[in-house]
C-alpha cells in the first residue's frame, strides 16, 4: 500500500515567482507612467519659461512665437510687441523681471473665449512674475497660463472668458 503524502508547498515557488513579477510589472508601469508624465511637465514647464525668458529680455517678438494660434488671431506680433513693451517698460518703468513658474495641471478641453476653438488636453500653469519699479516700487502679477500641443509643440494660451473666475 502505497500512501501518498501531500505537498503543500510544491507551489510555494510558483507563487513567490508570480508575485514577484507581478510587482515588478506594477513598478515598471508606475516607472514608466512617472517618467513620461514628469517628461511632459518639464515640456510644459520648458515652454513658460522659454516664454517668460525671452519678455524677460525684452524680446516679445519670440515670446509672441510662443503663443497658439487662437492667440496670434488676437492681436498681431507687431501690435504684442508694442503693447507689451510699452506695459512693461514704459508703464510700470522696470528693465526687467523675475519670474516663478508653478506646476502643470491638466484642465482637459478648454476654450479661451468664447470665439475660439475648443481644445483637447490643455493644461494649466500658474506663473507668478515679480516687479520692481521705480513708480510702483516691488509688487507682485499672477497669471494663470493655459498650453495646448499645436504641431507637436506645446503652445501658450492666455484665458479670456470673463465668466470663469479665478481658477
Given at each position: 500500500m502505497?500512501r501518498?503524502?501531500?505537498r503543500?508547498?510544491?507551489?510555494l515557488?510558483?507563487?513567490?515567482?508570480?508575485v514577484?513579477?507581478?510587482?515588478?510589472?506594477?513598478?515598471?508601469?508606475?516607472?514608466?507612467?512617472?517618467?513620461?508624465?514628469?517628461?511632459?511637465?518639464?515640456?510644459?514647464q520648458?515652454?513658460?519659461?522659454?516664454?517668460?525668458?525671452?519678455e524677460q529680455?525684452?524680446?516679445?517678438?519670440?515670446?509672441w512665437?510662443?503663443?497658439?494660434?487662437?492667440m496670434?488671431?488676437?492681436?498681431?506680433?507687431?501690435?504684442?510687441?508694442?503693447?507689451?513693451?510699452?506695459?512693461?517698460?514704459?508703464?510700470?518703468?522696470?528693465?526687467t523681471?523675475?519670474y516663478?513658474?508653478?506646476?502643470?495641471?491638466?484642465?482637459?478641453?478648454w476654450?479661451?473665449?468664447d470665439?475660439?476653438s475648443k481644445?483637447?488636453?490643455v493644461?494649466?500653469?500658474?506663473?507668478?512674475?515679480?516687479?520692481q519699479?521705480p513708480?510702483?516700487?516691488?509688487f507682485?502679477?499672477?497669471?494663470?497660463?493655459?498650453?495646448?500641443?499645436?504641431?507637436?509643440?506645446w503652445?501658450?494660451l492666455w484665458?479670456?472668458?470673463?465668466?470663469?473666475?479665478?481658477s
Open positions: 502505497f501518498r503524502r501531500r503543500p508547498l510544491r507551489f515557488p510558483i507563487a513567490l515567482l508570480a514577484v513579477l507581478l510587482w515588478g510589472g506594477w513598478q515598471a508601469y508606475g516607472w514608466l507612467q512617472s517618467s513620461f508624465g514628469s517628461s511632459r511637465e518639464m515640456e510644459l520648458e515652454t513658460v519659461d522659454a516664454f517668460y525668458a525671452a529680455q525684452g524680446d516679445f517678438g519670440s515670446a512665437e510662443l503663443f497658439h494660434s487662437d496670434h488671431k488676437r492681436f498681431s506680433k507687431e501690435a504684442y510687441i508694442e503693447t507689451r513693451a510699452h506695459v512693461i517698460l514704459n508703464h510700470f518703468g522696470v528693465q523681471f523675475q516663478a513658474v508653478g506646476e502643470p495641471e491638466l484642465v482637459g478641453e476654450r479661451m473665449d470665439n475660439a481644445l483637447a488636453h493644461y494649466k500653469i500658474q506663473v507668478q512674475t515679480t516687479f519699479s513708480i510702483f516700487g516691488r507682485e502679477l499672477s497669471q494663470v497660463c493655459y498650453l495646448a500641443q499645436e504641431n507637436e509643440q503652445r501658450m484665458d479670456y472668458q470673463p465668466d470663469r473666475g479665478s
